[in-house]
């Protein structure tokens, strides 16, 4: 197994107590999650502690040790694996938690589950950063009876992902995970900042045997299990070990690391006066690590300042000179804490030379520090996650986690990724996803992708229109090739520096963008075969009059206009002369009644005419005969 971590074995048996844990501390109450990865149902151990049914993880599949009874605890039994063909190389516990800094502990076993006899080769990642690698094949005793590891590391974006890489066809497996709130300037965060994860390469108690949450009823604040000291001291120096016999230990259990008082119950010191304690850990040369002692003058014979001084040798280097009761006197705890840094062994010797009696330590701390990975850009994430759902990306292909990082992975498949020019973050550059079987659509925030340089969709079932962010400059080959999409090119796509276009054999309609047809003119490639409905361009049929794209071109649009108010202006002139023409009332035809009365006075004038001549004397002389009766 690689040396980037250390594993520490803390087997079942070892477990003792029935007595409940005692009260949270307020650091942890409500914030920390226990997982039993593969398991069922919820539970509560025989400790006090509460255990969640299986939640939060992207794919896998559930096993059973394949030795139940070596494993007194539930949680231990059972376990998720991750097989790279149905569920991708790449899958992630993704747990919604608040920003804060967290302790983080999982359990790995293999116990022959598969019945292959032979264990897996994989990474571990938190928040996008390396912090396991686990390599096949395995030290025995953490294959049958696994092993614990955990680290300390900063949540800030709302949820903690906790990722497992697949190597070659291996499937990763995990049994639980741990997550519980720590304070905010543990351990040095506040010179170290949130950039920083530490990785647990040892946590010991010197005299004392394993003790934590949920392997003893033993508390500590930050979840933290201690195991005993005895695997990484040095054999040839005999030690005594000691007790704090009743006294109370002041100091302990105190922000912001909240260490147990039982650490510094007991401790070890030499047998002989002139012995030098001496501890090898095991360490990877390429991190920088941070040492943390704890002391305690827990031996009441020791009542003056320089009873006890011994000199802190961390390397090559003496580190420091330690008189415990000169710093805070007897029955108190003291801490002190160192960075190594520029490693050249894969041990680290720590020695504790005496100066004046005998030296003594309660415990010792080491963490790797480990840089955190650069991470995916915020915006690009965004983008990648609508792209995912969009595009129905199957479980296969591992889109789980951050994008890219960590930047030692090919972290999505069909993902490429580079450094971002201002180097701060990740950047995707390339997606390559043809023939996937891709059914859905592609999502208009692939605009946000500003740094893609080749994008291949060909060959899936992908229908919808083509968002008009698909033409941001950065763009250069763009291949759509074989699929279902509909509607017009957009206008964008003639405005960006591709040199390869194929969007051959869809459905696409419309006039094309003399831009995006010019790139075949200036030696690019470009294929718009296979869509019936495209034209506009040579080797295509000419659109219709006023055609343009998915409809009327604008001049359409405008004649049309043009042709509208045409007739609405003659309209108007219409409708205004017959208004003038009924005010005015100009009718030279006479009414038929005026007519009736002309043509009945025309009669009594004829019948009075007639009359008159007949009383007046003729042309002879002779009276008129009318009124001779």
Request: charged share 15%; hydrophobic share 40%; aromatic share 10%.
């Amino acid at each position: 197994m690689s040396a980037l971590f250390l594993v520490f074995l803390l087997f079942s048996s070892a477990s003792g107590g029935t007595n409940p844990a005692s009260s949270p501390d307020p650091f942890t109450a409500g914030v920390s999650l226990n997982i039993d990865c593969g398991g069922a149902a919820n539970f509560t151990s025989e400790f006090g502690r509460a255990w969640v049914a299986d939640r939060y993880f992207s794919a896998g599949a559930t096993g059973l040790v394949a030795e139940p009874h070596r494993f007194l605890q539930q949680q231990e039994r059972t376990l998720r694996f991750f097989p790279p063909v149905s569920a991708g190389k790449k899958n992630c516990y993704s747990v919604p938690l608040p920003s804060g800094r967290y302790y983080v502990r999982t359990f790995t076993v293999y116990d022959n589950y598969d019945s292959k006899l032979r264990t897996p080769s994989f990474d571990v990642s938190f928040e996008g950063t390396l912090v396991y690698s686990w390599r096949s094949p395995w030290p025995e005793a953490a294959a049958r009876s696994g092993a614990y590891a955990d680290l300390i590391a900063s949540v800030l974006d709302g949820a903690a992902n906790l990722c497992f890489y697949s190597i070659a066809t291996d499937p990763p497996v995990v049994a639980s995970v741990e997550l519980a709130a720590v304070h905010p300037l543990a351990y040095g965060s506040a010179s170290t900042g949130t950039d920083m994860i530490l990785i647990n390469y040892g946590r010991l108690t010197s005299g004392g045997t394993l003790f934590g949450p949920g392997f003893t009823n033993d508390s500590d604040a930050f979840s933290r299990v201690w195991q005993s000291d005895a695997d990484f001291r040095s054999l040839d120096v005999p030690i005594k070990a000691l007790s704090a016999g009743g006294h109370r230990i002041f100091g302990a259990n105190q922000a912001p690391n909240y260490f147990p008082v039982k650490l510094y119950e007991t401790a070890v010191t030499t047998v002989n006066p002139s012995d030098a304690l001496e501890y090898l850990l095991p360490v990877d040369t390429r991190l920088d690590y941070m040492v943390w002692f704890h002391f305690a003058e827990i031996d009441s014979g020791v009542t003056r300042v320089g009873q006890r001084v011994f000199d802190v040798v961390i390397g090559e280097e003496n580190a420091t000179r330690i008189d415990i009761y000169k710093e805070v006197g007897g029955f108190n705890a003291f801490k002190w804490h160192h960075i190594v840094e520029n490693l050249t062994s894969t041990t680290l010797v720590v020695k504790l030379v005496p100066v004046a009696g005998k030296p003594i330590i309660c415990g010792l701390e080491n963490y790797a520090m480990v840089p955190l990975d650069l991470a995916t850009a915020p915006r690009q994430v965004m983008a990648m996650q609508a792209l995912k759902e969009s595009l129905r990306i199957p479980d296969r292909m591992g889109w789980n986690g951050d994008p890219c990082a960590p930047s030692t992975w090919d972290a999505w498949e069909g993902v490429t990724c580079h450094h971002s020019d201002n180097g701060q973050n990740l950047v995707v550059t390339q997606l390559d996803l043809g023939s996937q079987g891709l059914k859905g659509y592609i999502s208009d925030k692939i605009s946000l992708l500003t740094n893609l340089v080749s994008l291949n969709l060909s060959s899936n079932s992908l229908g919808g229109t083509l968002p008009s962010g698909l033409g941001q400059g950065s763009l250069v080959s763009l291949d759509l090739s074989s699929n279902q999409h509909t509607g017009g090119i957009p206008d964008s796509l003639g405005s960006s520096n591709l040199k390869v276009v194929l969007l051959n054999n869809n459905q696409l309609d419309g006039q094309v963008p003399e831009k995006l047809y010019s790139i075949g003119v200036h030696g690019g490639i470009i294929d718009l075969s296979g869509n019936k409905g495209l034209c506009g361009v040579p080797t295509l049929p000419a659109c219709p009059l006023f055609w343009d794209k998915r409809g009327l071109s604008t001049a359409g649009k405008i004649a049309i206009g043009l042709s509208c108010a045409f007739v609405v202006i003659v309209l108007l002139l219409i409708y205004l002369f017959c208004i003038r023409r009924q005010n005015d009332d100009y009718d030279f035809e006479f009414p038929q009644d005026l007519i009736s009365i002309a043509a009945k006075r025309n009669r009594y004038q004829r019948q009075k005419l007639m009359l008159v001549e007949m009383e007046a004397p003729n042309s002879n002389g002779f009276p008129s005969t009318s009124n001779a009766r």
